[in-house]
Each structure stands twice: as structure tokens, then as C-alpha cells.
């Protein structure tokens, strides 16, 4: 809000030229479009995965691209009081459309007002690709064009920073695809980054594969995705949330596999950790389907097979809860990318003695239950894992229409040359009163009374209080899910629940974090 007051009264106030003509339109029309131009370096960083004002804030870029696309529209608003105070100062002003310098900024400012319409929300969540695309292009055709036009009162120098500083994000980019991808670029043989897809569901896609030694990331941290078989532009990058954890627990336990006997003897972490391995030792997404690039993969995941993927990341933040005695985790749907790996990180953390976290609150809303398979094995083998000093709470609701849990194909290691784990057991379908229906055997994770499976949706404002009111010390609340989730779970921790006055009668201290949906 500061920044927007600063421009526009720095714009609109003391009109007055040197020759003491007050409300000079020359006068203002200059100054609006000057002072637009000297913005569009700073716009540009800001719409970079990497930039310096991420590295000196430690801000990250999806947080930084809230105020590109602010500081985007309040510029494009200079340019349109410039644009129209030339029209009305140069009345008739048909004689000046044969000059090239004018039609450039024409061209510039509709290229700049298509962009901003296009990125509005709804348009960018409703078709993220056509805003892809025509973000790159309108971005492209305003630089050239706000080149040539600047050239004519010679302000060039706001203007050529950002090519700069485009292609500097992109050198960079391109020398942590190399880095991360190295097997393909001739440095090492092999295809460590072949991906697996698996359809879960007709609405979600399980991407996975194996975790290089060099790559590593930390909980609700996102990964750039470039598919050239799925994607229609060759480099084409899309973000998503990396869902499993990048844990050294096991590895000092692993044995070597000789290569005869690749396909049939599994590592100590293996045997350990059974069919959730793959959250503990590969790199794991889970891809909500929607239009487009989702959709082809959907469709590479029904036909089978391998997919080249390279990775470009991680980016993003991540928040250090291991000051905290409390944690809650609240995720829907693919949202459960971001709680599952804090919660294995938390559990880590206090079995190493990093944390003096006491509770975990684990709240998952999904629509089918069957999309409990997805991370049912992961969830008992982080129970047994948890200390008996950590409490771990979890509480599963399914909000759509009740029905028989389908047992999911499991994994095991790497998916090549698998086998069931030792300790897998067949389990029992049955369909309890109230019309839900479970998974029920000795190691379902429903037969642990730490976990909880209701109908319907969760009362995050009932839980959320019952949490505070039990919690002392500092208390953190996390969740990802859509905006309504975000909003219901920020309209729960309003005074009187999360207060001043509440810390000061023995309450805990509570901090959000929001990680939404869609795109930002």
C-alpha cells in the first residue's frame, strides 16, 4: 500500500514545469511514463525464480510474485495517464500514428493490458496454460516494443536491465537443470531420472522416481517439472509440491546390492519401511488432473512406462517448526504434499533431539476414501516410528459420498523387480454402520487408535480451538489446501482463540502458515 501511495503522489503531485505552467500535461504525461519505465527492472526480478531480492529478504519467489503482478498493475495504470495525456496533448492526433517510436508504445501498452487481464486470478487458475503462453509472449512483445519506444527521449537505460536480468534467471536455471540432471548431459551414464506415473484415480497422478544422492530438498519445498513427452514446448516447467521426505534415517542400515541379484534383494530401509519406501528414499509428487499438461500425463500414466523427467528446483520455502511444542497439519486432497513430509520431518527431528515438539495434529480432508492408500503404509511406519515423548494425532475426513475402500497396487523400492514386503498383510473390507466402509487388519492403519476416519467435513473451527485450549507454549498451524480451506482455517484462529490476552492467561502462541492451491 506505501509503495502504491509513493508512485502516484510522486506522479500526480507539484505539476507545475520549470517555466511555472501549473498542471503542465506535458509535464505530467512525462513523469508518468518515466516513472512507470524505472519500474520495470524491479517488476522483472521480481517475476524470477532467482533474484537477489529473494536472496537478501530469504522471501521466496512464489511469495515475491504477489507483489510482481501489484506492482505490474499499478504500472500499467502510469502508463495509461501517460498514454492518454499524449492523446489529448497532441489533438488532432491521427498525424502522429505513422511514427514508429508511437506505434511501439501503442503496442507496448496493449501487450502490457492483455497480460494484466489475463493473470487475474480466475483467467490463471481456469487455464493456466493459455496464461503460460501468453504471458511469455505479451512479457516479450512489451520489452521489445517499450525498447524502441523509449529510445525517442532516450530512457533506454530502465529498459535493457530486464533482458539482462531475464537472461541471468535463465543461465541459472539452465546450470541447476544441468547440475541436477547430469546423467543426461553425458557426465554419468544411467537414468536415475526416469519417472514412474501411476494412476490413482481418474483425478490424480503419482509421479515418482529415484532420488539422486546429489538432490536434496526439505518439507513443503516445490520442484520445476520438464516432461518434452508430455509438455508441448520441449522445456516447458510446471511446479509441484514434493511429497515425500529427503531422510537419511536408514541410510546407514542399507546393503550393497550386487547387480546379478539387482531384481531380487531389497535394501535394510526396504524391509523396514515396506511399501511406503518410496516416500522415505525417491522423490514423489502427487499431480491433481486437471486441463493440459496434467491431462497428457494422465494419459502417459494409463499407457505405462517410463517418463523422462528433468527437475528443476527446489524452490520455495520451508518452515522450521522444530521451536515448536504443538503442530497442526491441515491438508486437502494433494494438499497432503506439504503435511506429509513435515510431519516425517518433525518425528525425525524429535527422534534426533532437535526438537522439543510434544503434539502433532495430522488432519487430511479428501473426497474418496480410497485415497487413504495413497499414504496408509507411510502413516503406520511414522506412528512406529514416533517417540514416546511426541503425541501424534491423526484424523482423516472423507466428504464425499461413503464406499467400499479398493486396495491400491503398493510399492515397493524402485518398482523394478518388486515384491511384497515380508510384514504385508492381506487385509479385510468391511462396511461399518453410518455407510462408511474401511480397511480393517492387524496393520491397517485404521485399527491404530491414534487415527480417527469420519464422514464429512472437518469442524476446523471446533478442532482448532480444542487445540489451543489444550496447548501451551508456542503453537504452529499449517495448512495447504484450496482458498476456502486457507479462509476457514484463518477465520478459526481470530480473537478470542489466538490472542494477546489469550498468551497472557497461559494460551499458547500461534503462528499460520498458508500454503494454497492453484497458481500464484
Known amino acids: 500500500m506505501a509503495y502504491i501511495i509513493f508512485l502516484y503522489v510522486w506522479a500526480f503531485i507539484n505539476t507545475t514545469d520549470l517555466e511555472g505552467h501549473e498542471l503542465d500535461l506535458t509535464f505530467w504525461c512525462n513523469r508518468a511514463g518515466t516513472l512507470a519505465a524505472s519500474q520495470f527492472p524491479l517488476i522483472t526480478a521480481l517475476g524470477t525464480k532467482n533474484n537477489l531480492v529473494s ?28 498514454a492518454g495525456s499524449e492523446v489529448v496533448y497532441e489533438v488532432p492526433f491521427e498525424q502522429y500514428l505513422k511514427e514508429p517510436w508511437l506505434r511501439c508504445g501503442i503496442t507496448a501498452i496493449v501487450a502490457l493490458t492483455i497480460l494484466c487481464v ?16 501468453a504471458h511469455f509472449a505479451m512479457v516479450l512483445t512489451f520489452l521489445i516494443c517499450s525498447y524502441f519506444h523509449t529510445q525517442y527521449d532516450t530512457i533506454t537505460y530502465w529498459i535493457y536491465p530486464c533482458f539482462v536480468i531475464w537472461g541471468l534467471d535463465r543461465v541459472l536455471r539452465v546450470v541447476r537443470l544441468i547440475v541436477f540432471n547430469h546423467s543426461y548431459f553425458g557426465f554419468r551414464s544411467g537414468s536415475t531420472m526416469d519417472a514412474t506415473a501411476e494412476l490413482l484415480s481418474e483425478d490424480f497422478v503419482r509421479l515418482r522416481f529415484h532420488r539422486p544422492s546429489h538432490f536434496h530438498w526439505t518439507p513443503g519445498q516445490t520442484a520445476y517439472l520438464i516432461m518434452p513427452s508430455v509438455s508441448r514446448l520441449p522445456f516447458e516447467a510446471h511446479p509441484f509440491t514434493i511429497a515425500s521426505f529427503d531422510s537419511n534415517l536408514f541410510s546407514a542400515v542399507e546393503e550393497e546390492k550386487p547387480a546379478q541379484e539387482k531384481s531380487n534383494r531389497r535394501s535394510l530401509a526396504e524391509h523396514a519401511l515396506g511399501s511406503s519406501t518410496p516416500f522415505w528414499k525417491e522423490v514423489v509428487f502427487f499431480i491433481n488432473v486437471r486441463e493440459g499438461f496434467t491431462a497428457r500425463l494422465k494419459d502417459a500414466a494409463v499407457r505405462g512406462g517410463k517418463v523422462k523427467v528433468f527437475v528443476d528446483g527446489p524452490y520455495g520455502p520451508s518452515p522450521d517448526l522444530g521451536l515448536y511444542d504443538t503442530s497442526v497439519l491441515i491438508a486437502g486432497g494433494s494438499g497432503v504434499s506439504y503435511t506429509l513430509p513435515t510431519l516425517l520431518d518433525i ?70 523387480g518388486s515384491e511384497p514386503s515380508d510384514d504385508d498383510s492381506r487385509s479385510e473390507i468391511v462396511e461399518l454402520e453410518g455407510g462408511k466402509a474401511m480397511e480393517k487388519s492387524k496393520d491397517s492403519l485404521l485399527a491404530i487408535e491414534s487415527v480417527k476416519v469420519e464422514n464429512g467435513r472437518p469442524n476446523l473451527p471446533a478442532m482448532l480451538r480444542e487445540e489451543v485450549e489444550c496447548a501451551t507454549g508456542r503453537m504452529s498451524v499449517s495448512v495447504c489446501g484450496s482458498q476456502a480451506v486457507a479462509r476457514s482455517v484463518r477465520r478459526s484462529l481470530r480473537f478470542p482463540v489466538s490472542s494477546p490476552l489469550n498468551v497472557l492467561n497461559g494460551g499458547p502462541s500461534v503462528t499460520l502458515h498458508v500454503e494454497s492451491f492453484g497458481y500464484a
Open 55 to 82: 536472496l537478501v529478504t530469504g522471501i521466496s519467489y512464489d511469495k515475491l510474485n504477489y507483489v510482481h503482478r501489484m506492482m505490474a498493475r499499478v504500472v500499467l495504470i502510469l502508463l495509461w495517464v501517460h
Open 118 to 133: 489475463v493473470s487475474l486470478r480466475p483467467i490463471r487458475a481456469g487455464a493456466y496454460e493459455f496464461f503460460f503462453y
Open 347 to 416: 518425528i525425525e527431528r524429535v527422534r534426533d533431539g532437535k526438537s522439543n515438539c510434544r503434539r502433532v495434529v495430522f488432519i487430511w480432508s479428501i473426497r474418496d476414501a480410497n485415497h487413504i492408500h495413497w499414504i496408509d503404509d507411510t502413516l503406520i511406519r511414522a506412528l512406529q516410528l514416533a517417540p514416546p515423548s511426541l503425541s501424534v494425532s491423526i484424523r482423516i475426513h472423507v466428504t464425499g459420498a461413503p464406499a467400499t475402500i479398493e486396495p491400491l497396487p503398493r510399492l515397493y523400492g524402485n518398482g523394478e
